[in-house]
């Protein structure tokens, strides 16, 4: 399972980049929202990164911002939503608009993303409603924030490896809030990822 990657650009196509670390190219794929943040040729880059396992390839997708990686989750968690379209949705909308179309059952302006219909659209409302309402904008960031469980790095790392476990990102969320309540929200954001999963696979046995 891979989380994050750190090094250099080496290429850009038309849905994908190459990034060199330490000497090994990583194809991942962007959101074209993505893509027009992203630095020259042979800068340095990091990316938050989703694994996608399949039985004849594994496939990278990568997100600048962690709160994107964080609506991607909840995306491909939606019956008939794979990584490919959770990307192109994020490529027509923030995260923090999304959240808010999908809370308000915004049909007609979901319809309007790219490989949304109707049906999809329905489902995103139906399936993600109650999941997105605790996230909130935070107007002086502009980003979203989950009012549960820390939008940090560690929860977000976290979050990733075990929906790559076979969990569902709202499964993975409530066994992490449930360790930060038992060890207790200082001790929490400096716990090692190890561990912090040890005791959250516990909590999911």
């Not at 399972?1 to 250099?8: H, N, P, V, W, Y």
């Not at 396992?53 to 008939?80: C, H, N, P, T, W």
């Not at 192109?88 to 179309?101: C, K, M, T, V, W």
Request: charge should be negative.
């Amino acid at each position: 399972m891979i989380a994050c990657l750190r090094g250099e650009l080496f290429a850009k196509f038309a849905d994908r980049l190459i990034i060199d670390v330490g000497g090994v190219g990583y194809e991942v794929f962007l959101s074209s929202a993505n893509f027009a943040l992203l630095p020259t040729i042979g800068a340095e880059l990091f990316l938050h990164i989703y694994t996608n396992v399949r039985e004849d390839a594994l496939d990278l997708y990568g997100f600048i911002e962690a709160e994107e990686k964080q609506m991607f989750l909840l995306l491909v968690g939606v019956s008939g939503v794979g990584p490919k379209l959770a990307l192109n949705i994020l490529s027509g909308s923030r995260p923090s608009e999304l959240a808010g179309a999908i809370c308000a059952g915004d049909i007609g302006r979901l319809v309007k993303l790219p490989g949304v219909g109707k049906k999809t659209a329905e489902r995103l409302c139906l399936e993600l409603k109650d999941k997105v309402e605790f996230m909130v904008r935070d107007m002086s960031g502009g980003q979203i924030v989950d009012r549960t469980l820390p939008a940090d790095q560690l929860s977000v790392d976290a979050v990733s490896a075990l929906v790559n476990l076979g969990y569902t990102p709202n499964a993975a969320r409530n066994a992490l809030e449930l360790v930060r309540k038992q060890v207790g929200a200082e001790i929490y954001p400096a716990m090692k990822i190890e561990e912090l999963l040890r005791q959250a696979l516990r909590s999911l046995a």
